[in-house]
Nanobody, 125 residues
Framework: QLHLVESGGGLVQPGGSLRLSCAVT????????IGWFRQAPGKEREGVSC???????RYKDPAQKRIRISRDNAKNTIYLQIDSLKPEDTAVYYC???????????????????WGQGIQVTVSS
């Protein structure tokens, strides 16, 4: 059974950084695309970034420089590094998985089959 658990959230001051982790069990990252999403209070869930089963990253905003997605296959963990945090980054962050073996593609649309429970990130002074 697929299981995703987010960690690394919390309260961060504006301008700070954090690294979210998504630990997965029950499947191998080589077969799954992983996405990161967030949902701010009163807003719809939005995609942030994703990484394909063969490790190709994609960002909702390709021009942004603050966010980086990575993965460690040995640890079965996907990371989302966010720098220069802003209050508008405050949200519950989710990771999600969908079966897509051998593909360089992933999507920042919420078209994923399995989701973590989410973790709160609050950016405030």
């Amino acid at each position: 059974q697929l299981h995703l658990v987010e960690s690394g959230g919390g309260l961060v001051q504006p301008g700070g950084s954090l690294r979210l982790s998504c630990a997965v069990t029950g499947f191998t990252l080589d077969d799954y695309a992983i996405g990161w999403f967030r949902q701010a209070p009163g807003k719809e869930r939005e995609g942030v970034s994703c990484i394909s089963s063969i490790g190709v990253p994609r960002y909702k905003d390709p021009a942004q420089k603050r966010i980086r997605i990575s993965r460690d296959n040995a640890k079965n963990t996907i990371y989302l590094q966010i720098d220069s945090l802003k209050p508008e980054d405050t949200a519950v962050y989710y990771c999600a998985a969908t079966l897509r073996p051998g593909s360089p593609l992933c999507t920042t649309l919420p078209q994923y089959s399995d989701w973590g429970q989410g973790i709160q990130v609050t950016v405030s002074s």
